[in-house]
């Protein structure tokens, strides 16, 4: 694993890298624990949950965002204008989709760095931060 250095003092983690941790990847837990702060995207959140196999795993989702004081960042109005705006310049020419479209919006409105592996995914937005999560 290595991420990129970045200078912003919180980082919202990408759903990519959550996953990673959660099916224990120690790499992960090491690039979060560097984070000097936390974000979620509710997006990020949402698919996390709607990836939960049973209660407890849901369970333990909850409990880890408690603990670790990770912020859960709820959409807005500026979060959906930006959103809105790159689905209308990058869907069609880099296949940006709707869900990464609202969390890299979620991350450049909030002025967070994002952590992801899907670097692919978001190095069209010019306005985002990026560091690379290698699993």
């Given at each position: 694993?290595?991420?990129?250095?970045?200078?912003?003092?919180?980082?919202?983690?990408?759903?990519?890298?959550?996953?990673?941790?959660f099916?224990?990847?120690?790499?992960?837990?090491?690039?979060?624990?560097?984070?000097?702060?936390?974000?979620?995207?509710?997006?990020?959140?949402?698919?996390?949950?709607?990836?939960?196999?049973n209660?407890?795993?849901?369970?333990?989702?909850?409990?880890?965002?408690?603990?670790?004081?990770?912020?859960?960042?709820?959409?807005?109005?500026?979060?959906?204008?930006?959103?809105?705006?790159?689905?209308?310049?990058?869907?069609?020419?880099?296949?940006?989709?709707?869900?990464?479209a609202?969390?890299?919006?979620?991350?450049?409105?909030?002025?967070?760095?994002?952590?992801?592996?899907n670097?692919?995914?978001?190095?069209?937005?010019?306005?985002?931060?990026l560091?690379?999560?290698?699993?």
């Amino acid at each position: 694993m290595s991420a990129i250095s970045v200078k912003a003092a919180v980082m919202q983690i990408d759903t990519d890298v959550l996953i990673w941790l959660f099916r224990g990847r120690n790499s992960a837990q090491r690039a979060i624990d560097k984070c000097q702060s936390v974000e979620l995207s509710a997006i990020t959140y949402m698919e996390l949950v709607q990836g939960m196999r049973n209660k407890e795993e849901f369970r333990l989702l909850r409990q880890t965002i408690h603990e670790c004081e990770w912020e859960i960042l709820p959409l807005n109005e500026n979060i959906s204008h930006r959103a809105t705006v790159y689905i209308e310049n990058y869907a069609l020419s880099h296949g940006l989709q709707l869900a990464d479209a609202l969390i890299v919006a979620s991350a450049v409105e909030c002025g967070s760095a994002l952590m992801t592996a899907n670097v692919k995914h978001y190095k069209v937005i010019p306005e985002v931060e990026l560091a690379r999560y290698r699993p």
